[in-house]
């Protein structure tokens, strides 16, 4: 069986400091939480200067970490502007979850993949500015995601988790660290209800 057809792919990308790592090492754990095999791969290039920061997340029986263009399930981006650079991932009918206060124009008709895309966006920066906590804003996309490729999935695949499967890996993650859990909790369900 193709290996398309066993899991599932999602492409994440953001700039340098908002977390994009993060999101891919919690949704990690959260597929190890499920007993579900797991394949990860970040490219940091200028990270450190706001540089672009991608990871390939696959989840399922794959043999190789990186996604192919035009097989990703969902686009989960933290950053708009990125929506053109990595849109080519993305299969027809698949998902895209964005940080952005509207929807992008429409694609021009070469952008194939995205004229069939299921596409959710929420103004995140502006939500984690209003909690005082700017860099929630991962968190944040994080609940809407989980509220919103699950809202797809008469159409295009849910993700391959529960919100409350994420919320069990962010307790297993922070654990006995109660600010930081509080916080992640929090804007996780702040993303959540946005995105119900």
Not at 34 to 61: D, F, I, N
Not at 62 to 81: C, H, M, V, Y
Not at 119 to 144: C, K, W, Y
Request: hydrophobic share 45%; glycine share 10%.
């Amino acid at each position: 069986m193709p290996e398309e057809k066993t899991g599932q792919q999602i492409f994440l990308s953001g700039i340098g400091g908002q977390g994009i790592l993060f999101i891919t090492r919690l949704l990690a754990e959260t597929a190890i939480h499920k007993e579900l095999p797991v394949l990860t791969s970040e490219t940091h290039g200028m990270a450190q200067r706001g540089g672009t920061v991608v990871s390939h997340l696959k989840v399922g029986c794959f043999t190789s970490p990186l996604i192919r263009p035009g097989r990703a399930d969902g686009l989960l981006l933290l950053k708009a502007e990125n929506l053109a650079q990595h849109r080519f991932y993305l299969k027809p009918g698949g998902w895209i979850v964005m940080n952005a206060r509207s929807l992008p124009p429409a694609p021009d008709t070469s952008a194939g993949a995205v004229l069939h895309a299921a596409i959710h966006h929420i103004d995140a920066d502006r939500l984690a500015e209003e909690t005082g906590n700017p860099q929630s804003v991962n968190a944040i996309m994080l609940g809407f995601a989980a509220a919103r490729a699950s809202a797809s999935a008469g159409t295009t695949p849910a993700l391959f988790c529960s919100a409350e499967d994420i919320v069990a890996a962010i307790h297993q993650r922070f654990g006995q660290r109660e600010k930081l859990l509080r916080s992640a909790l929090e804007a996780f369900d702040l993303g959540l209800r946005h995105g119900r």
